[in-house]
Structure formats: structure tokens, C-alpha cells
């Protein structure tokens, strides 16, 4: 897999603005032509892009890209996430000609009844690495489809060392742990300081505030002993999830809030 180099990337204008925007799509076709898994299992025709991580097909079918979440649109009464529109329009723009490539990872469907990909455009540009690449999505690697993590977790290190798009100062704050409230919830990047970890059918580690993490041994996280992790600083990406009051009541020693990690590339550790 070739990581190839990162693209030359200070940014001269406000992110939001037009030449900056397109100035993203050429950043990012330096990284699209890699990050490649194989030959393509199925050819298909685009119907619409639903958002940045999420496509229409012809057939009816929808794909959800694998290794990324894109900000969501407005819906359901919520406003638009930060570059929400940005990251659609990357999409619609990169797949202009209506035909694209589906590589399959180990697992097929999500539980929405999605296919899951590996998305390609018609030149053979990989759609997740040029978002990551962008500043437009985040990285995020759910088991067991991670043939590709490694080499997404670096086009997402290109941006975030840039500040493109998503990494840019303030525009998607990071949250800390301590400061969790009902109401939270939804994808996060989250940062905390581990208070105690446990390892039973998981490994749990209870950050500072009301939240824990719920690390999968088989995500190469079972070779680390306890004491490893306690005290470190942690910063992960993920959804958090509320499991209410009453869970609580029932398990006052347990978090009210988790994040479930499937692999180290969602995690920064740092003992500081």
C-alpha cells in the first residue's frame, strides 16, 4: 500500500470561502489515486449523492463509504454539521460523470440494510482518501472492515497537520470528556483522561465525567495490560451514545454515556 506524499496544503483563504473549497479538490487528487484495495467487484450508475458519505444508486441500492463519516445535512429539525454541504458537493463533484467502482471489504451491509465500499470514480480515484484528504470527513475504522485503515488514518493525518476543512481552529471543537450533559450524543471527537480501565468481554475505560470507552480485545487492543492506559490522556472519534437515566440508576457504577472503538486508528493515546 503506498502512502505516497502529502500534498503541499497551506491554505491561503477562509476555508468556507469558493477558491478554497475548489483549492480542496486539488489537494485532495493528490491522495485519491491511492489508497486502492484490489480490482473492482461491481461497476454501478449514481443516482444521487445523499451526502458526503452516503450515495444513491440507479438500482436503488445505497452505499455508505467505508472509513468515513461526513458531516450530516439538516434533517429531522437539526441544522446542518460544520461543512456538511462542503463535503456533499466534494462528493457530487468527484463522481461528476455518474459511474463508479465498488470494492467490497470483508463485511458487505450495515444494519441499516446499506452496502458498505470502497468507493472509486471512474479514473480509479479512491473517494474516501481525497475527503480525509480535503479536511471533509473524519477517519473512522469499524471492524472488520479495515483493509484499508492504515492508509486512511494517514490521508486524515495530511489534513488534520494542514488544519484543512474539519481541522481547521473551531470549526468542529473537540469535546471534553468532564463536560458531557443530557442531550449529548451523536458523533464526537472526544478527549478525556482515563480514570480506570477494566477488562472483562471488553476492555472498558471510564474517563474523566460521565463516560466510558468500550474497546474490542480483537482491535489489537488485548496486548496492553491495565496499567497501560491508566492516566493517559485519551482523544477518540466516535458516536456517543446516551443509555439514559435510568441505566444509571439501575448501574450507578457504571458511565451513563460510551463510545464503542473497533481499532486503534480511532484512538490518540499520550501518557503526558
Not at 445505497?62 to 456533499?88: F, H, Q, T, W, Y
Not at 463522481?95 to 444494519?111: H, K, T
Not at 486524515?156 to 443530557?182: I, N, T
Amino acid at each position: 500500500m503506498a502512502a505516497g506524499k502529502a500534498p503541499a496544503a497551506k491554505r491561503k483563504a477562509p476555508w468556507v470561502s469558493l477558491g478554497a473549497f475548489f483549492c480542496a479538490l486539488l489537494l485532495a487528487a493528490a491522495a485519491a489515486a491511492d489508497c486502492v484495495l484490489g480490482e473492482a467487484d461491481e461497476l454501478a450508475a449514481l443516482k444521487r449523492v445523499q451526502d458526503g458519505d452516503t450515495l444513491l444508486l440507479e438500482d436503488g441500492r445505497r452505499v455508505r463509504l467505508i472509513g468515513v463519516n461526513a458531516p450530516e445535512l439538516a434533517r429531522e429539525g437539526r441544522p446542518a454539521e460544520p461543512l456538511a454541504r462542503e463535503a456533499k458537493q466534494f462528493t457530487e463533484r468527484f463522481l461528476a460523470d455518474g459511474g463508479l467502482e465498488l470494492v467490497y471489504d470483508r463485511e458487505r451491509r450495515d444494519s441499516y440494510g446499506r452496502l458498505l465500499a470502497h468507493v472509486y470514480n471512474h479514473r480509479g480515484d479512491n473517494l474516501e482518501s481525497a475527503l480525509l484528504a480535503a479536511g471533509l470527513a473524519f477517519h473512522v475504522a469499524m471492524a472488520p472492515n479495515l483493509s484499508l485503515a492504515e492508509c486512511l488514518s494517514e490521508r486524515e493525518a495530511w489534513a488534520r497537520s494542514d488544519r484543512r476543512g474539519l481541522w481547521e481552529s473551531g470549526v468542529w471543537p473537540v469535546k471534553q470528556a468532564a463536560d458531557v450533559r443530557p442531550g449529548d450524543g451523536g458523533f464526537v471527537v472526544l478527549r478525556g483522561r482515563v480514570r480506570k480501565a477494566e477488562h472483562n468481554r471488553y476492555i472498558w475505560l471510564e474517563l474523566d465525567g460521565p463516560v466510558a470507552l468500550r474497546l474490542d480485545p480483537q482491535g489489537d487492543f488485548g496486548q496492553l495490560d491495565r496499567r497501560d492506559w491508566q492516566g493517559a490522556q485519551i482523544e477518540v472519534k466516535g458516536w456517543l451514545v446516551d443509555r439514559g437515566s435510568k441505566y444509571t440508576s439501575q448501574f450507578p457504577q457504571n458511565k451513563r454515556w460510551f463510545i464503542a472503538v473497533d481499532s486503534p486508528y480511532t484512538l490518540k493515546i499520550s501518557k503526558n
